[in-house]
Each structure stands twice: as structure tokens, then as C-alpha cells.
């Protein structure tokens, strides 16, 4: 039998009784236990071992079962530092609320397995004194929907779906071509072509109330680039770009300077210590947000239709505190 003929579950099984007897744990009772099944399901998964070409034996002097020395599948090793790296990268995106969070520990845990001794201090170390807030987790989606929908991308499979959204609140049904899954400031979205409005959009997970996967497989849409949708935006933004400049205070501007807000970005320190950044970008609601969140420290020069906006803002919250002294 080859391994990869084992279905997912029992694969990841056999993959992580391999690790162990690496490790030399092969003592039944710590194998039944770290695995999570029974001493059956353990002998069966020899079985399967022994057929693939991987020799075990039992040892009968130290009670275990023990991998022919010829049959050891060498160790995948890591530096010190990409060990770290990998582990922080698990740890951000794979906190609870994530519907990535188990498979995420699943592979923390081989990680870890394939650590050395000797670099296990240090590791753990460096997991006390390095923290990273990559995805913290703003809305919960149901683990199962976010693999039908995954599952529907990778496939090319219409779905289709009932979407309550924010706008007005109102649920509709829609039949949608989902392109692709995306994670951003805590909350996942999928990107899709709405059948409905014959258009590109972008649905939140957390507002889909059912989601049903057709028979039904869609082409791709020529020219269609997921690396590219979000490019011309902050976020989520996608549309035409245009040249935004943004003048920034002397108070503000050493917080800013050099720091990379888009990749179209330029800054320029002028005489009085102020900056002026120039980026290419669509304005949606995003960029709103983000320039209203320097208040005064910031002025909108360029485009116009930004400028009046912030003013807009700026007005209606004037408004708001007129009554306050």
C-alpha cells in the first residue's frame, strides 16, 4: 500500500506514528495516547507502515516498537531562526476563532517534533519574548463553511448562497463563482463574481447565512489575478486608482517617515520638518478612514473628490460635539 492512498485523518495518523517512533516513543500505551485511537487501530497503522516499505520492529528488551535503522525517513531540518519564524507565524494566524486554528496547532506540533534537543531552549525562549498580532480574530466563522467555501475556489464550483449585507441588512439569495479566500484585519472575506449583479464582489464569511455548492464548475475569467485584486487599495479596495497626495504635519510626519503604508507609496520630507506622501490608490472607504485618523495632523491636496469628503467628515462630526463645552 502507498501512504498516499490513506485518506487525510488516518495520513496525518501514520505521519505522526512515524515522528514518534523517531523520537523513540514506540511503547503502546504512549502511542495510543498521543495519537488519540485504540491498540488496534496502532497495529493496523504498522501494518500500513510495513507495506509502504517502512520496517518496524518490536524490541523486546525495552518494550517498543523501533524503526529499521535503513527505513528512517531523515529529518526535515530547520535553522534556529526559521524555527522560530515558522512557529510565530502559526502562533499569529492560529489563534481560537480561526477556522485555520486546528490544522494550524496540528502543524505546530510537527514542527516541533522535528525539533533537535538542542534547539528546544532556545525555542521556547524566544516564544516568551516575541509576539506577533497578525490575525487576531474580530469575527467567528464557522469552520465548515469556510472549507465548503475553500473547497468550492479550489474546485471551481458555483455556490450558492444566502449574504446579509451590511448595507441594508436585508438577506438575499445569490448564485456567486468564488475565486478565492482572504484574510484581513481579523475577519475573512471571499472574493467571487456575482452572478446577481454581474460583477466582481467581495462577501464577508461572518454574513453568509447558508452556502450550498452546485454540480455546476465555472471557467475562469480571462485575465483574472488574485495577487492583483487588491493592489490599487488600502485593504480591501479595489478599483481605478488615482493619485492621492497627503501633507502631513511636522508633529506627525517622524512617525510616518519611512514606513510603507502602499506599494505605490513615495514620501518627501520638506524644509519644515512636514511630509508629503504621494500614493496610487482607488478611494474607497479605507483610505477615508485612515486619513481621518490623523485629525489635523493631516490635509488632503490631491484628489479633490478625497479632499471634500474629509471635509464632509470633518463637518458632520463638528456637528456632533457642537453642544459640548
Request: hydrophobic share 45%; aromatic share 10%.
Amino acid at each position: 500500500m502507498e501512504l498516499a492512498l490513506l485518506d487525510n485523518t488516518k495520513m496525518q495518523r501514520v505521519l505522526r506514528l512515524i515522528l514518534l517512533l523517531q523520537q523513540g516513543i514506540g511503547d503502546m500505551p504512549r502511542l495510543t495516547e498521543r495519537l488519540g485511537v485504540d491498540k488496534r487501530s496502532v497495529s493496523r497503522y504498522l501494518v500500513d507502515l510495513d507495506q509502504a516499505g517502512i520496517k518496524t520492529y518490536w524490541d523486546g528488551s525495552a518494550k517498543r516498537y523501533v524503526l529499521m535503522e535503513n527505513a528512517v525517513l531523515k529529518p526535515t531540518f530547520f535553522s534556529l531562526e526559521e524555527v522560530i519564524a515558522l512557529l510565530q507565524c502559526v502562533d499569529a494566524f492560529g489563534q481560537g476563532g480561526n477556522p485555520l486554528f486546528r490544522p494550524l496547532q496540528l502543524a505546530k506540533e510537527r514542527i516541533v517534533g522535528l525539533l533537535t534537543p538542542d534547539k528546544q531552549p532556545h525555542v521556547a525562549a524566544a516564544s516568551r519574548t516575541l509576539a506577533l498580532d497578525a490575525f487576531a480574530s474580530r469575527a467567528k466563522v464557522d469552520a465548515e463553511l469556510f472549507q465548503q467555501v475553500q473547497q468550492a475556489a479550489m474546485e471551481k464550483r458555483v455556490v450558492e448562497l444566502e449574504y446579509c449585507a451590511a448595507s441594508n441588512q436585508e438577506a438575499n439569495m445569490r448564485q456567486v463563482e468564488p475565486y478565492f479566500v482572504y484574510g484581513h484585519e481579523g475577519c475573512w472575506y471571499l472574493v467571487a463574481w456575482c452572478r446577481l449583479r454581474q460583477d466582481w464582489r467581495t462577501f464577508s464569511l461572518d454574513r453568509i447565512r447558508s452556502l450550498k455548492m452546485r454540480m455546476e464548475h465555472f471557467q475562469e475569467k480571462e485575465g483574472f489575478n488574485a495577487d492583483a485584486y487588491f493592489a490599487n487599495g488600502l485593504g480591501l479596495g479595489c478599483g481605478e486608482p488615482e493619485t492621492v497626495i497627503l501633507h502631513f504635519s511636522p508633529r506627525r510626519a517622524p512617525w510616518l517617515q519611512g514606513r510603507i503604508k502602499h506599494a505605490s507609496q513615495a514620501q518627501k520630507m520638506l524644509e519644515d520638518g512636514s511630509l508629503e506622501m504621494t500614493m496610487h490608490v482607488c478611494c474607497n472607504w479605507e483610505l477615508l478612514q485612515w486619513v481621518l485618523s490623523f485629525g489635523g495632523d493631516v490635509e488632503v491636496l490631491a484628489p479633490e473628490t478625497l479632499r471634500r469628503s474629509v471635509m464632509d467628515e470633518a463637518a458632520a462630526m463638528r456637528r456632533v460635539y457642537a453642544g459640548f463645552k
